[in-house]
């Protein structure tokens, strides 16, 4: 790309436990200026947890930002430092209880990408054995299974409509299709 596009200034306008906004000042390439927002927000993982019959480990929780429960795979934000296969390990251990034996990465990706630099990356969790389920203290969660077939049907309904989760769910099942 020979566009041009420059940063001349970037500030911060509110600060937020895992994200802060702020106000950028970009010069286009035919020399005008505008202000963008920027979510700048810790990256995260997340991981689809397949048990040894095949079924998707899901997990049922609240989400404010919708004000619904919402139907998603484990994830959570990086720690500092944090490997992101590490926190995918961790995510599937504390909202699940299951510690996977295999953990593939799958890709990442930007979830907002018109707004936020978040980076989310997606981990597939197979051969899972039990640990120990330890939940934020905010976290209320309900663990459900689906086969393959019943999370697409869920995608195309509407019932599953988070990102991350459809976008680790179909690129499990285009695995499936490989085999």
């Known amino acids: 790309m020979d566009q041009k596009f420059i940063r001349e200034k970037k500030e911060l306008a509110y600060h937020a436990h895992i994200f802060d906004v702020y ?24 991981v689809l947890p397949v048990d040894e019959d095949g079924n998707l480990i899901l997990v049922s929780q609240y989400r404010n930002a919708v004000d619904d429960i919402t139907l998603e795979v ?11 296969g590490q926190c995918a390990v961790r995510e599937l ?4 209880g299951y510690i996977a ?11 907002a990408i018109g707004t936020s630099n978040e980076q989310t990356y997606i981990y597939i969790a197979t051969d899972l054995k039990k ?3 330890q939940l934020d203290p905010e976290e209320f ?5 689906l086969s393959l077939a019943e999370a697409m049907t869920m995608i195309q309904t509407g019932e ?14 285009v695995e499936q299709m490989k085999k």
């Open 141 to 145: 969660i309900r663990i459900r299974r």
């Open 131 to 133: 640990g120990i389920r």
């Open 101 to 111: 034996q295999e953990l593939r990465f799958v890709t990442k990706t930007y979830l």
């Open 23 to 46: 106000n950028d000042y970009l010069r286009l390439p035919d020399g005008k200026h505008v202000v963008y927002d920027l979510v700048n927000h810790v990256d995260g993982c997340c």
């Open 160 to 173: 599953i409509v988070d990102s991350k989760t459809i976008i680790a769910i179909l690129a499990y099942a």
């Open 74 to 84: 484990p994830a959570g934000c990086m720690d500092e430092g944090e490997d992101p």
């Open 93 to 96: 251990e504390e909202e699940t």
